[in-house]
């Protein structure tokens, strides 16, 4: 019987199906910008992992640099047949919140292809004040086969290198991105992924995943006041239609203010393609805060009244609805940001109205 045990566990391993990483294993690392590296919404940038090149744009204030410096919203795309995948990083600027896992704002979560859908594989984050030789490891024990993977960039730290490590000898090269289209999205905390427990929960990143359109995030927490340096960026972009969370930062006399001017400016460079608005989410916040109420309310009022305005001035306007809550209104993380399933419920309410609007303008 032991020797059937035996023969069947050698015939496993030599097959493939399964391998046992070794202890002693040895490492061979490729920057992840020489793979593919997708969710830009500007190409070229003197670093790979920021967003925007700040020192061509100006106006931004020491936090909306920092911010835009971050990697939220990046992923490489790769195929391997490493039994494990680990990763090195040199850190620049490094956030730190109570409100947001370690594992979201400077770890890395991968997702592998199986059946035709990504299925989550691992995460994983260096302790505050790793060194850029620390080789953190996401997942391990796997079948050498080849396997197609997604590895998300943390969301608010700024990365000077990212080496992904696979096991001497085996392969490791880009692969082609199965998303299609670049769909820009600018928006608050919200957008950016505060209160995620990882850098792919993000209501834009599961919009991504679950609909197959890539979204390219400019999501800046605090910080998405529609300010005419960032509709710059925007105007800048390569994208087939732009996405907003564009009324949870700013007051109600703010969206009166700028709204309009906002949309003047982006529909300049941008004059055939869609520009999708959001209300804001109710924040849990509201429940028995009364000055919090009113504020909020206040906020989505004018948001809808000025849409409303908007959607008749101007071609290619649209505003939705959004929802990240549930009739237990139990999916708030601190009154203001959603958990992992409010993040959930908000990208599967605007999916259809986003499919909808996107589809008559060819994008599907």
């Not at 680990?86 to 059946?115: C, F, H, W």
Request: net charge positive; charged share 25%; aromatic share 10%.
């Amino acid at each position: 019987m032991k020797r059937i045990f035996y023969l069947i566990a050698a015939i496993l391993i030599c097959t493939g199906t399964w391998a046992q990483t070794p202890k002693d294993v040895k490492y061979v690392f490729t920057e992840a910008s020489d793979l593919n590296l997708i969710g830009k919404i500007l190409k070229d940038t003197p670093n790979p992992y920021h967003r925007v090149d700040t020192v061509k744009y100006k106006g931004f204030t020491k936090g909306e640099n920092n911010q835009v410096r971050c990697a939220a919203g990046l992923a490489v795309l790769f195929k391997t047949n490493s039994s494990t995948i680990s990763v090195k990083t040199e850190y620049g600027y490094q956030y730190n919140a109570v409100n947001t896992m370690p594992l979201a704002y400077r770890g890395y979560d991968l997702y592998i292809k199986k059946d035709g859908q990504w299925l989550w594989a691992g995460a994983g984050a260096t302790k505050e004040g790793a060194q850029s030789s620390d080789n953190k490891v996401i997942v391990k024990d796997m079948d050498r086969s080849e396997k197609e993977c997604l590895l998300y960039l943390p969301i608010y730290c700024e990365l000077r290198s990212v080496q992904v490590g696979v096991e001497e000898g085996a392969s490791i090269e880009s692969i082609e991105s199965p998303f299609r289209h670049r769909v820009g999205i600018f928006g608050s905390s919200y957008t950016h992924g505060i209160s995620t427990s990882r850098a792919g929960m993000s209501y834009p990143m599961q919009f991504m995943r679950h609909t197959g359109i890539q979204i390219l995030s400019l999501g800046c927490s605090g910080n998405c006041k529609l300010q005419p340096y960032f509709a710059d960026v925007l105007c800048d972009a390569e994208v087939d239609a732009l996405i907003f969370d564009a009324f949870s930062n700013p007051g109600a006399s703010m969206i009166e203010e700028r709204l309009f001017p906002f949309i003047e400016k982006i529909q300049s460079a941008h004059p055939d393609i869609p520009l999708i608005f959001q209300q804001t989410i109710y924040r849990e916040s509201r429940n028995f805060n009364h000055s919090s109420d009113e504020k909020e309310q206040a906020k989505q009022d004018m948001a809808a009244k000025m849409m409303k305005e908007a959607c008749k001035k101007y071609k290619n306007v649209y505003f939705i609805q959004t929802n990240a809550t549930d009739a237990m209104h139990e999916t708030s993380v601190d009154g203001t940001h959603p958990g992992d399933y409010g993040y959930t419920l908000w990208a599967r309410s605007i999916e259809k109205p986003i499919l909808k609007i996107l589809k008559k303008y060819g994008i599907k």
